[in-house]
């Protein structure tokens, strides 16, 4: 089992940024991926960034050049750093683990940007 603990939400102003941590704990493998989704309130939920055990990274189109995914393994904690927010960006955002067999979500963090 593995539980995930988000923290960094917040309001923030359009242009802001904000930080997002979310750390593991429990029966983590070495290999895994971990990421965040976000969702807005009336639609899908969609992967943001995720990064893999061994730091390669993907983000999203909307995302890219804003925003950056970054672990530390030691710490098993996943970072999102978003900078340049925008009102588009408000939404509950999840931490995402993912290894061989099993997912896990966290339980979400409010991100609302204002104009």
């Known amino acids: 089992q593995v539980q995930l603990v988000e923290s960094g939400g917040g309001l923030v102003q359009a242009g802001g940024s904000l930080r997002l941590s979310c750390a593991a704990s429990?029966?983590?493998?070495?290999?895994?991926?971990m990421g965040w989704y976000h969702q807005a309130h009336g639609k899908q939920r969609e992967l943001v960034a995720s990064?893999?055990?061994?730091?390669?990274?993907n983000y999203a189109d909307s995302v890219k050049g804003r925003f950056t995914i970054s672990r530390d393994n030691a710490k098993n904690t996943v970072y999102l750093q978003m900078n340049s927010l925008k009102p588009e960006d408000t939404a509950v955002y999840f931490c995402?683990?993912?290894?061989?067999?099993?997912?896990?979500w966290g339980q979400g963090t409010q991100v609302t940007v204002s104009s």
């Open positions: 995402y683990y993912r290894q061989v067999g099993r997912e896990y």
């Open positions: 429990g029966s983590i493998l070495k290999i895994n991926v």
């Open positions: 990064i893999t055990s061994g730091g390669g990274a």
